[in-house]
């Protein structure tokens, strides 16, 4: 957030104020997704875009592991990628309608290092 305040080609920006209707693999009902940010750039050449951010750790961007055995914690796994997966699809729909970027974002884009 900081980043964005202070680079001046961020115009403006908004954390959790956009909702997108998406429809869980879970309960097959619909939801809503509240990606992390908003933001409006403006580019090198001038233009303005549109980015929709979410920020999520590297090991919950991937499918989970297949186990030998399963367990309470594996079908949570499961469960957990398959919402986060149908949130992303929704979420490159809405902004490929409206001509704007989705980015999903991790420690390796931020530059941070865990132990």
């Not at 949130?87 to 409206?98: G, L, M, S, T």
Request: with cysteine; glycine share 2%; hydrophobic share 35%.
């Amino acid at each position: 957030m900081v980043f964005f305040d202070e680079n001046p080609n961020i115009l403006e920006w908004a954390s959790e104020e956009l909702v997108i209707p998406y429809k869980s693999p879970v309960d097959n009902k619909w939801h809503r997704y509240f990606p992390d940010f908003l933001v409006r750039t403006k580019t090198k050449s001038g233009e303005i875009k549109v980015v929709v951010v979410e920020v999520k750790p590297a090991s919950q961007t991937k499918p989970p592991e297949k186990n030998k055995k399963v367990t309470k914690a594996y079908i949570n796994e499961i469960a957990t990628w398959g919402v986060n997966e149908a949130k992303w699809n929704a979420a490159v729909e809405y902004c490929k309608d409206r001509n704007w970027e989705f980015q999903l974002i991790t420690e390796h884009e931020l530059g941070i290092k865990y132990k």
